[in-house]
């Protein structure tokens, strides 16, 4: 039987590693988490860990072009499903990832202004069928996160105050129009980790 595959976007620190480590900790106090495999993106594998490093290298801020970058998450992407998430998917196992291609299309598509179709294209060769069951999205704006411009060693943190509002405008347009994304509006830190687990809940993943 074949894994469910949840992934859970947002903003730059908007809590979404705090959560994800929460429900870690739920499965593994319940003796589950055996049957889950938890990574990320860019990343969660060696070669995609390798991009990872390109794409948010502070040195190269201003450096890289708006098409390379997306290209760069695909290619990352495309690494990371091979090598992590399909494998793990076909074994049984459920499969939990912080970011996934939603956002692609809000950092890329909607911040970068490179369009949805540009998304589409160069994503379409890395994900094929490989689409998440279900997407969390913490919904909470860059105003209210923890992330503070400028100061980070991550390129992408380091961006503008208005970049970081469109990627967070381009999230809330996907809202309308993406199957299978629930929105958790972060408040205390329980009671919102108890929202993503009702939620993963009432959408089957907890088989």
């Not at 390379?68 to 998430?85: K, N, S």
């Amino acid at each position: 039987m074949k894994g469910k595959f949840v992934t859970v976007e947002g903003g730059e620190r908007v809590g979404k590693s705090t959560y994800i480590g929460m429900l870690r900790e739920y499965l593994e106090e319940r003796g589950l988490l055996e049957s889950y495999v938890f990574t990320r993106e860019p990343g969660g594998g060696e070669i995609a860990e390798r991009i990872r490093g390109i794409i948010l290298d502070k040195s190269y801020f201003g450096k890289i072009s708006y098409r390379t970058e997306a290209l760069l998450y695909a290619a990352a992407r495309c690494q990371h499903i091979d090598g992590v998430i399909l494998p793990a998917l076909n074994a049984g196992k459920n499969v939990i990832c912080d970011r996934y291609i939603h956002s692609s299309f809000a950092y890329q598509g909607y911040a970068r202004k490179l369009g949805a179709e540009y998304v589409t294209a160069i994503n379409g060769y890395a994900v094929e069928n490989c689409m998440p069951d279900a997407v969390i999205f913490i919904d909470l704006p860059p105003e209210k996160a923890y992330w503070r411009e400028g100061g980070s060693e991550d390129r992408m943190e380091n961006e503008k105050a208005e970049f970081h509002r469109a990627v967070y405008e381009g999230f809330k347009e996907l809202q309308k129009s993406a199957d299978n994304f629930f929105t958790v509006t972060p408040k205390d830190k329980n009671e919102t980790f108890g929202k993503i687990l009702n939620l993963l809940k009432d959408t089957g993943f907890f088989l």
